[in-house]
T-cell receptor
């Protein structure tokens, strides 16, 4: 079974440009999460999709970030325009829906974003 | 949010057991204790979780104090591949759940050959 995949693995852009990150969750996982770690800080939650709906977007830093999950499959995270402080590693995770126990989140390898 | 406290770093020799401590004195009765780890250049991965009883799986064991205010992740025989940052995380049960994972600073585990 394929794990969570993310594309690209690395991205280097200039301040003011736009970047779109993609995440393909494990097949059949309704839950999809975005997290990020910026320089020297802890991994922070950005948002959570259940299928195509945004369940929790409390961690989105500002309106330069736009996440979508069309059809409830893959998700994209667009940063427009990118700023220097957006540099970091963006992780995607997915999980099955569970009504009895805490579901395990499976993480992708991350996209390393560098804004110059 | 209930918080956890872990040492910043630990060192262990290869092929020896490793005990990674975690304090969570403000844990509520509905919080599960989860451990994730992040290997270099990879995303976090699930290790183990428990509520009250000690737990074992193929990766590790989790020992939970009787008062649940602390727990210990045990790697029975560390290998170089176990060098990672280990996160102790509290997650609420279904009825009180908050689906996102709140990561702290974790413990960076160094394995000496």
């Amino acid at each position: 079974e394929a794990g969570v995949t993310q594309f690209p693995s690395h991205s280097v852009i200039e301040k003011g440009q736009t970047v779109t990150l993609r995440c393909d969750p494990i097949s059949g996982h309704d839950n999809l999460y975005w997290y990020r770690r910026v320089m020297g800080k802890e991994i922070k939650f950005l948002l959570h999709f259940v299928k195509e709906s945004k369940q929790d977007e409390s961690g989105m830093p500002n309106n330069r970030f736009l996440a979508e999950r069309t059809g409830g499959t893959y998700s994209t995270l667009k940063v427009q325009p990118a700023e220097l402080e957006d540099s970091g590693v963006y992780f995607c995770a997915s999980s099955q829906e569970s009504r009895t126990v805490q579901e395990t989140q499976y993480f992708g390898p991350g996209t390393r974003l560098l804004v110059l | 949010d209930a918080k956890t406290t872990q040492p910043n770093s630990m060192e262990s020799n290869e092929e020896e057991p490793v005990h990674l401590p975690c304090n969570h004195s403000t844990i509520s009765g509905t919080d599960y204790i989860h451990w994730y780890r992040q290997l270099p250049s990879q995303g976090p991965e699930y290790v183990i979780h428990g509520l009250t009883s000690n737990v074992n799986n193929r990766m590790a064991s989790l020992a939970i104090a009787e008062d649940r205010k602390s727990s210990t992740l045990i790697l029975h025989r560390a290998t170089l591949r176990d060098a990672a940052v280990y996160y102790c995380i509290l997650r609420a049960t279904w009825m009180n759940r908050d689906d996102k994972i709140i990561f702290g600073k974790g413990t960076r585990l160094h394995i000496l050959p």
